[in-house]
C-alpha cells in the first residue's frame, strides 16, 4: 500500500509541475500593471491594470533632452499602427541619466505634444534608474533582471501583464525584431 500511495503522490506532483500556470482571472492583474499612477500633468492618479489588462504594452522612459529623443516619433508611429490590435506604449519621463530630462511635467507635456504630437499615454516624472527606482520600474527589474540603463529603455509585456522582453536604447521602436516580438503577441 505504502509504494502504491508514493507512486500516486509522485504522479500527482509530476502533473501539478506539468500543469500550465494559472490564467489571471478577470479583474485580476500581474505585478507588472497592478500600481497606481499620474497621467502627465493630472493630479489623480489611475489604475494601470485596470486601464490596459488585456493589452500588449511597451513601458519606456523617455527624457526630451537626449540623442533618442527622436524615438518618441518612432514610439507614436507603433502606438498608432498597433494600438487597434491592442498595442499601447506608456511613456515614463524621466531625469535619472544625463539630466536630460529637467523640465516639469507641464513643460514636457507641450514638448511632446508639440514637437512630436504624441498621442500615447504620458505619466509621471519617475525615477528608473537602480537604487532609486519607482515601483513601476522595481517591478519590471525584478521580473527582467535589469534596470535601464540610460533613456527609452523599453520593456514588453504581453496580454497577461508577464514581462515578454526588453530593449535598450539604441534598439529604436522600428527594430525589426521588436516589431517580431509585438506582432508574435498581438
Not at 511613456?91 to 511632446?112: L, V
Not at 499615454?121 to 534608474?129: L, S
Request: proline residues 6%.
Amino acid at each position: 500500500m505504502g509504494k502504491r500511495l508514493s507512486l500516486y503522490a509522485s504522479v500527482l506532483l509530476g502533473a501539478l509541475w506539468l500543469a500550465p500556470a494559472p490564467v489571471l482571472a478577470s479583474g485580476e492583474c500581474g505585478v507588472l500593471l497592478d500600481h497606481r499612477v499620474r497621467p502627465l500633468g493630472a493630479r489623480d492618479a489611475v489604475d494601470l491594470c485596470a486601464l490596459y489588462r488585456g493589452k500588449v504594452v511597451v513601458i519606456v522612459n523617455t527624457a526630451s533632452r537626449c540623442a533618442f529623443t527622436p524615438q518618441y516619433e518612432d514610439l507614436e508611429t507603433l502606438y498608432r499602427e498597433y494600438r487597434e490590435r491592442g498595442l499601447v506604449v506608456l511613456g515614463f519621463p524621466s531625469n535619472d541619466f544625463g539630466n536630460q530630462e529637467p523640465g516639469t511635467e507641464a513643460e514636457i507635456k507641450s514638448f511632446c505634444e508639440l514637437t512630436y504630437d504624441v498621442g500615447f499615454p504620458m505619466f509621471e516624472k519617475t525615477r528608473a534608474a537602480e537604487g532609486n527606482a519607482d515601483p513601476v520600474y522595481r517591478a519590471l527589474a525584478d521580473a527582467s533582471g535589469i534596470y535601464p540603463t540610460w533613456n527609452f529603455f523599453k520593456f514588453v509585456l504581453d496580454r497577461e501583464g508577464e514581462l515578454a522582453g526588453y530593449f535598450p536604447s539604441r534598439v529604436a521602436p522600428d527594430n525589426p525584431r521588436l516589431i517580431a516580438l509585438i506582432e508574435s503577441l498581438l
